[in-house]
């Protein structure tokens, strides 16, 4: 919980350095802001909804992990307030970005938000 307002506080700062604005309200901030965050920190993640209980991250998909530096998280029907398609889909641009389409050929095809149905 430490390491979150930690970050909170790293993020506030970083968002008041690039927009010049001398304070950001925790409501203004955003998944995509959380995701562009993690990106800079090198910690991209990428969330699965499994439904009642979350399945865990298979050995294959440990070389997708390694290969493009995200991590996927997956989870069952408790989960946290956020918006995970929002974030899911700001890396989803970064990594585009840097890897072009090829990311896409291997990633897991539950990840929330990559394919039209999957919210």
Not at 7 to 20: P, Q, S, T, V, W
Not at 41 to 57: C, D, N, S, T, W
Not at 69 to 74: D, F, I, M, R
Not at 79 to 90: A, I, P, S
Request: with cysteine.
């Amino acid at each position: 919980m430490e390491d979150d307002k930690s970050a909170g506080k790293e993020l506030r700062k970083l968002l008041e350095k690039l927009f010049g604005v001398s304070s950001i309200p925790d409501d203004e901030l955003n998944e995509s802001d959380e995701a562009n965050w993690d990106i800079k920190r090198e910690k991209m993640k990428l969330y699965i909804h499994e439904g009642i209980r979350a399945i865990p991250v298979y050995d294959d998909d440990r070389v997708f992990e390694l290969t493009y530096k995200v991590a996927y998280v997956t989870f069952g029907c408790v989960r946290k307030d956020m918006d995970y398609v929002l974030y899911n889909q700001t890396i989803f641009k970064y990594l585009d970005k840097v890897y072009g389409m090829s990311w896409r050929l291997c990633v897991r095809a539950d990840v929330l938000g990559l394919l039209p149905d999957n919210k």
